[in-house]
Every structure is written in C-alpha cells, then in structure tokens.
C-alpha cells in the first residue's frame, strides 16, 4: 500500500486604485460652499461636449485591494486494486472597497440657464463662465469603504477499483459550501420583501417591503442576520465513472455526475450597497416662466451643508423608508442555491491502423439552478381580471382645448393636473381618473414620495404603479443571483487523432448539438443581451425556454502538425552547410467551422406599460423569404444592403396600436446566420545548440486568407448583433458594420534551455 498527502496553501492580492490630484494641491484650490471636502471637481459642458477636472478625489478615496485565502488538502491511500482520494478546500474570498469619489462635486451646465425656452437661445460656454448650473451633485459620506467577504469549503472522497483487469469503476461524493457575501462591519442594506415599511402607511397599518440593514445595529431597521439569502447546504454531488475494455484495441467509457458552480453576484460589486448610509445630493435648475433659474450659482451659493449629526442636511437615512421612491438591492432569500449542471456521456474508443484512433460519444447536461431574470417580484400580472379590466379603459386628456383619448388608464399619473390657457384645457386631472377607475393612493403621500420633482423619488405615479405588489418602488425588484434558469443539452461528439507517425500529427474533431435554455447567457446576468430574456412576464415564463441563444448546431476543427523531412536526420537536405538552415521547421494549420447560431428579433416600439416586465417580439410572417441573399450570401451591395426582409416580420406598426400587443415572436428563433470560418498557420523554426539548449522562431498568420464573415467577435453572443434586428429602428435588417477580424501576422522567439 502506498500513502501521500498534498497540502498547499495560497494567498491572492490585487491592488488598484485611482486619483484626480493630491491632497496638497488640493488644499489650495478653491471650492464650492457646502461641499464635502477640497478633492477636485468635475464640470461638463453639455452642448459643447467639453470637460474640466475629475472627481476621483485624493489618493486613497477610490481604491480596491481584494485579498483571497485558500487552503487545499489531498490525501491518497493505494491499497491493492483501490485508490482512495480525500481532500478539502477552504478559501475566503474579499475585497476591501475604498470609494469616497465626487466629494468635490459634480457640476454640469447647458444654454437653458442663460436663454429662455421659446426661443432658440442660450449659451453653455456663457452659464460656465457665469457659474450658472444646470445641474450638480456632490456625495457625503459616513461610510465610504466597504468590506465584502465569502468563505466557502468543499470536502470530497472517491475511489478508482480496478474491478478486473478489463472493468474499472470510479465512485465518489463531493460536497461545496458557498456563503453569501456579508460585510465586514455589517455595512450592508438591501430590500426586505417582508420588512414593514414604516414610511408607506395609512394611518397605522403599513405596506411590507422596506430597506434592511443587516445586524443588529440599526435598530428597527435591523434584518437581524449578515446577509438576506438562507443558507444552501445541500450541494451534495454524486459522481461515477465506468471503462470497460471490450477487446485490446476498443474501450467504453460511461460516466454521470453532478457539478456545482459558483455563488457569483452580477456586477462585480458583490451584492454589496450601502443606501442609507451616505448621502448623494442633487440640485437642479427650476422653471421660472419662459427661463430656468439654476439652483446654484458658483461664485455666489453652494450646496446647503451636510452633517452626519444633523446639523444640516442629514447624510444617514438608517430607516425601513429610506429607499422608497427608488429602486433598492435585492438579495432573494433562495439565492444561495448554487447553479450545477448533471451530466451524462458515453463514449467508445478505437484504436485504428496507421496509428490512428477515433472516439464517438453521446454527451448530456442538464443545467439547473442557473443564473435568470425570470423572476421579479415587483410586477403586475397581467392574468389578472382587475387589471386587464383597466388595460382596456381609455381616459381622455385635452392639448390645446382638444379632447385626446389615452389608450389605457394605466398610464394616468396622479399628479396629473388640468389647467386652462388661452387655447382652453389642457392636461387630465388624475385624483379624478384614479376615482373613476376605482383605484385609490396606496398610502398617504404615495405620490409626492415617488415623484422626483416633489421628492426624492425616480418614478411617476402612475396607475399602473399604484398596482404593483410594492408600489413604494420604482423597479421591477430583480433579483441579484437569482438562480432559477434551466437548459438541456444533447450532443454527438467525434474525434479521430493519428499521433505523430513519419512526421505528421493529425487531430479532427466534430460536434453535433443542440440546447435549450431560460437562463441568461452570460455569467453576469446584467449584461446579457438576449432579446428574450426580460420579453416574458413571471407570471408566464414558461415561453421564455427556446434555443440558447449561441447554440450553434455543427462545429468542426482539424489540426495538423507536419515536420518537414529535411535537414539533420531527414530524407533531404542532410548535409552540407544549408542542413543547419533547413533542419527543424514545422508547419502547424488548424481550421475551423462553425454553422452560425440563431436570431433573435426584438421591436423597438412596445405598447405596454413597464410594470408588468413584458416586451414585444416580432413573429415571422409565413410565406415570406426572410433572408433576402440566403443565409451565407450576403452581399452589401445588393437590396440596397437589405440582408433580412423587413416584409418577413411583424411590423412595428403592430405594436404602436392596441394597448397590450406583444407580438408572436419566440425568445429565440430557429432562423440562423452565417456561418463562421477561420484557418490559422503557425510557421515554426527550432534551432538547437549545445545538448540542453535551443531557440524556436515562430510566425503565426491568423486568419490566413483573410476571410471575412459577417459575425461579431466581440462580447455579444449573438451572431445576429452584425446585423441590426431591432423591428422599427432605423436600419433595421441591415449590416451595422461588423466583420471578424482581418489576417493578422505575429513573430516571436524564445530560447529554451
């Protein structure tokens, strides 16, 4: 028996930071009455599209150090056919966020103070000379560094039994533990489905949903705990692995298992806010008849002071209402479960003559837990009766003394108000609509809350608005790591290798697949493009399941490796003085095919209220060619450059009509794009000297007969953003301009020794 234990342990740092100025130079400079401190400001002329300073502060206040810890420990026990194998992970992952930026101010100034608005008048150079704001905005901070942890462990047992010298059979049982991001110092505030917002109330009964702060030390505001999400222990994965050797030249592999992955927050910012607990103060300019009167004039007034004590404008809001109006951070309570795949294959393989093998497999996956935007809980179902009841109620606003019908009442805003001028009424009363709709204010000064005019809030009062499940806020409430997302994948894979024999390497390979997805495409969630994903309501997901949007269905590769036979040793050119030049080169070419991957068509207009998260996608009209050149024949200069047949789609026409109309469009079509090819050759020289030593010349030529293929290479998953897809827009079906990238030539050398 044999025994060996493997212990390590690592330790990862990254520092970076940023600074406009430092502290010296900035003591000296003048500033604006009433804001934080001397860091530099920033100034942006609007209409001139020039800028002055920079707000990154001194140096110190925007600085990001993420240390990382991880231990690892392997032990493995051989004893006559088993091989035990035991190990353990820890690690703690954290960043030290430093961010007290735009303590200067931010002041940004536009013709609208210094012309009046019926005419065409007005200088933004004039108001910057005349420190005539139009707009400005300076942080206050009690807080200004944030301390994110996660720890995680992970323990794991297997054993490889060499059942018979023609079976082995692997089995074992991982477990993984990720925690939920916390805050060091219990910094941390997010919303509470179901805290009791004591700023929503009429009279003494309250909506639920607040801003909570995690611990214990913000008195009834506290969440109690570090974090909202419940902890997920259950990430237990089995895994088994199966050879059988038929005969001495055939082999069978079967294997399932389940694999975790892991706990990542969107946004690179770690689920980590801090609403509450600093203070971003906003000022600008005011109508004053035919003019705008800026709220701050440089030279004479400044900001009204901020103190963390209260006397002046308070910096801290550590309440259950303080977010009301706006949109807070949502951790969902289930979002610990970790996405992890299960996973299928079987394999054959054979040994061939000639030095070549080949390999045939069936691979499956199921992905379950991944991460979505399926599902926020700040929307409006649009199943229900009361509100498709409202959907079709028209209301009637004047313009000019006119009668004008609004499709639905769900656009009415309660602070709409009717006045008379000279061409008679004007506007809608909305107190008066939301009575005749039967739909009173949530709460006591609901409406003054969430407009930004009156308040500190981001959203109109709307009807719609005062539907939803908390309608204190302004988003959707999607939640940060939400893990609801599914797919299925099926694939055939080949694969025929002829190790190097008489001096050439051969490797080729082909996949056959196809998945199904309601997940987002990209690991942070955020950013994904999809035209699907946020088109489909929550209360009707079930459409959102459709082809992943870079499922490309064929996808094949060769590679060769070829020695020339001459020089030292080889057929030719084996002596004299030109074998020194001539021995060592190689040619290396891979090429590669891919069939393209499917569109995804969107409309630029929508008819359809934000709160019920629905968007409009165009079907395909059938009968109709939708790719006008084919799917590989695009050709600019035909059609006028119409690659994809506007007649072929719904028109946006269909969506600016009746209120509600979303379309018979799918997440994902099963329409495809071009395909994609590309051949690379490396060029390669080795030279040796001396029995240890030698130095290798390569040329890569990328790209190599510089084709051309209308795809985007950049960060977009879609083949389809070469083109434009969006129904309604302008240039819609036509290419945008991207193409994958041209030959590119690269030398390098290195000596070996």
């Not at 909305?430 to 709460?443: K, L, Q, R």
């Amino acid at each position: 028996s044999v025994l060996t234990n493997h212990a390590s342990f690592g330790y990862l740092n990254r520092n970076e930071g940023y600074y406009s100025l430092d502290a010296k130079a900035g003591a000296g400079l003048p500033k604006v009455a009433g804001v934080a401190d001397n860091d530099l400001p920033s100034f942006n002329l609007n209409e001139s599209g020039m800028a002055f300073g920079a707000n990154d502060g001194t140096p110190g206040h925007q600085l990001t150090v993420r240390p990382t810890w991880a231990f690892n420990d392997v032990l493995t026990f051989v004893k006559g056919k088993h091989t035990f194998t035991f190990g353990y992970e820890w690690k703690n992952a954290g960043g030290n966020l430093h961010f007290s930026t735009n303590q200067g101010g931010s002041f940004s100034f536009d013709r609208s103070t210094t012309g009046v608005s019926t005419e065409n008048s007005g200088d933004d150079m004039t108001s910057w000379f005349l420190g005539a704001t139009s707009s400005a905005n300076v942080n206050y901070y009690t807080v200004g560094s944030m301390y994110p942890r996660q720890f995680g462990s992970a323990a794991h047992a297997s054993d490889s039994w060499r059942f018979t010298p023609k079976l082995t059979v692997t089995y074992g049982l991982r477990w993984d533990y990720d925690a939920p991001f916390e805050e060091k110092q219990n910094n941390l505030s997010f919303f509470d489905p179901n805290g009791v917002n004591a700023g929503a109330c009429n009279g003494s009964s309250c909506l639920l949903g607040s801003l909570a702060f995690a611990g214990n030390k913000s008195g009834a505001a506290s969440f109690g705990t570090r974090y909202p999400e419940k902890l997920d222990l259950d990430n237990l994965s089995p895994r088994l692995g199966i050879a059988y050797s038929l005969n001495e030249k055939t082999v069978v592999h079967v294997g399932y298992g389940i694999y975790y992955g892991q706990a990542f927050y969107p946004g690179w910012n770690a689920g980590m806010n801090l609403d509450g607990f600093n203070l971003n103060d906003i000022a600008s300019q005011a109508s004053a008849g035919n003019a705008n009167a800026p709220t701050i004039f440089l030279s004479h007034n400044g900001f009204t002071p901020a103190s963390p004590s209260g006397a002046g404008k308070p910096i801290t809001s550590i309440t259950s209402d303080a977010d009301n109006g706006l949109s807070p951070m949502y951790r969902p309570q289930d979002a610990n479960h970790r996405p992890y795949s299960s996973q299928w294959n079987l394999t054959v393989e054979r040994e061939l003559p000639h030095n070549f093998f080949f390999s045939a497999s069936y691979v499956g996956t199921k992905g379950t837990h991944l991460p979505s935007q399926k599902s926020p809980i700040n929307v409006i179902n649009p199943y229900n009766g009361q509100y498709q009841q409202l959907a079709s109620k028209s209301f009637t606003t004047y313009v000019q003394g006119v009668p004008t019908t609004v499709d639905t009442v769900l656009k009415a805003d309660y602070n709409g108000v009717q006045t008379t001028d000279q061409y008679g009424l004007e506007g809608y009363n909305g107190p008066t609509v939301f009575a005749a709709a039967g739909v009173s204010t949530p709460y006591t000064n609901w409406n003054n809350q969430l407009n930004p005019g009156a308040g500190a809030g981001s959203c109109s009062s709307t009807l719609a608005q005062a539907l939803l499940p908390f309608p204190q806020y302004c988003g959707v409430e999607q939640g940060l790591n939400e893990e609801h997302g599914n797919s299925i994948y099926n694939s055939f894979q080949a694969r025929i290798e002829r190790h190097m024999t008489h001096g050439l390497y051969v490797l080729g390979s082909m996949t056959i697949s196809k998945m199904y997805t309601d997940a987002t495409e990209t690991t942070q969630a955020a950013q994904d493009t999809g035209g699907g994903q946020n088109a489909f309501s929550p209360y009707n997901i079930k459409p959102l399941m459709a082809l992943a949007e870079d499922n490309t269905p064929i996808i094949g590769s060769l590679a060769l490796v070829y020695d020339f036979p001459i020089g030292h040793g080889q057929r030719f050119l084996n002596s004299g003085p030109v074998s020194s030049v001539a021995t060592g080169w190689k040619l290396a070419p891979i090429t590669r095919y891919e069939y393209g991957v499917p569109f995804t068509f969107t409309s630029a207009a929508c008819n359809v209220v934000s709160q019920v998260r629905e968007g409009c996608l165009p079907g395909i009209v059938p009968g109709q060619q939708l790719l006008l050149h084919g799917r590989n024949g695009f050709d600019p200069t035909k059609n006028n450059g119409q690659y994809i047949n506007p007649n072929a789609l719904e028109p946006a026409s269909s969506f600016t009509g009746a209120y509600g109309y979303l379309g018979t469009g799918s997440a994902v079509t099963t329409v495809y794009g071009s395909n994609f090819r590309d051949t690379d050759f490396a060029l390669i020289k080795e030279t040796k000297f001396h029995e240890r030593g030698s130095f290798v010349f390569t040329a890569n030529f990328f790209n190599a007969f510089n084709n051309h293929y209308f795809i985007n290479t950049g960060q977009e998953t879609s083949v389809s953003s070469a083109f434009n897809t969006t129904v309604g827009s302008t240039g819609f079906g036509q290419w945008n301009g991207t193409v994958s990238s041209p030959r590119t030539v690269q030398f390098s050398g290195r000596l070996e020794f």
